[in-house]
């Protein structure tokens, strides 16, 4: 839609959105990345923006995206620099979505320098676990303040991609979970978003197929309803 197209709905809010994904470092060459493109994250900053907001962005890796326009953009690499930063900017916000595919794990240690190739099999990289963030801004939230995760999921042999993303909301303890079905060239990489919007209410609905700013657009009414309650 254009910007003069859109209603200027969310004139007066603070939102605050993360997207792109973190890049967990082994040494000061390499990391462990992840497929998220930032796309979606970006679309909802910009809409946001377009509606009215005051936005602020807090961006991992993302593919080289433009800066939206009319949006403070703050800059991280790791999951560990995305949870302070969102610990700064979050306090006092009306909205915080995290669109930003955080990495689960992070390499233990950091080599100093970069690693070496030697005629042995290097050891195995040993992990341990990020903070979740989504459940620590939870933990701390501002009374009134809305907060909506987003759950990347593939279905397997136990439980569909529905179920997995209703046990996620209760453990999340966030007002919205934006579900995404991956794998097989959805959702990740690409132009065009559909899932579903999980309400802690219990409502769901479906999101139908359509670029990631139609999606952020809807994501976006069904935040804006939950401000005037
Ligand atoms: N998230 C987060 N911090 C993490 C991992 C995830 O804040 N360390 C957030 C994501 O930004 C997203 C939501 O939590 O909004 C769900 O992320 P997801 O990876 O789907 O959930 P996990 O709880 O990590 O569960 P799993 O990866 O095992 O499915
Ligand atoms: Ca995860």
Known sequence: ARPDALPRDMAGLRVVVSAGGTREALDPVRYLGNRSSGKQGYALARTAAQRGAQV?????????????AGVELVRVGTALELRDAMHVVSPGADVVVMAAAVADFRPVSQAEYKIKKTDRDPDPVALTRNPDVLAELVGVRSPGQVIVGFAAE???????????????????????????????????????????????????????????????SDIWDAVVTLTHN
């Open 56 to 68: 602020t962005l807090v961006a991992a890796a993302t593919v080289g995206l433009p800066e939206p």
């Open 154 to 216: 593939t279905g397997d042999g136990g439980a569909d991609v529905l179920e997995h993303a209703r046990a996620k909301l209760k453990r999340k303890g966030c007002d919205l979970l934006v579900v995404n079905a991956v794998g097989e060239g959805k959702a990740f990489e690409t132009e065009d978003n559909a899932g579903w919007l999980l309400s802690s209410d219990g409502s769901e609905r479906p999101i139908a197929l359509g670029s990631k700013a139609h999606m952020a």
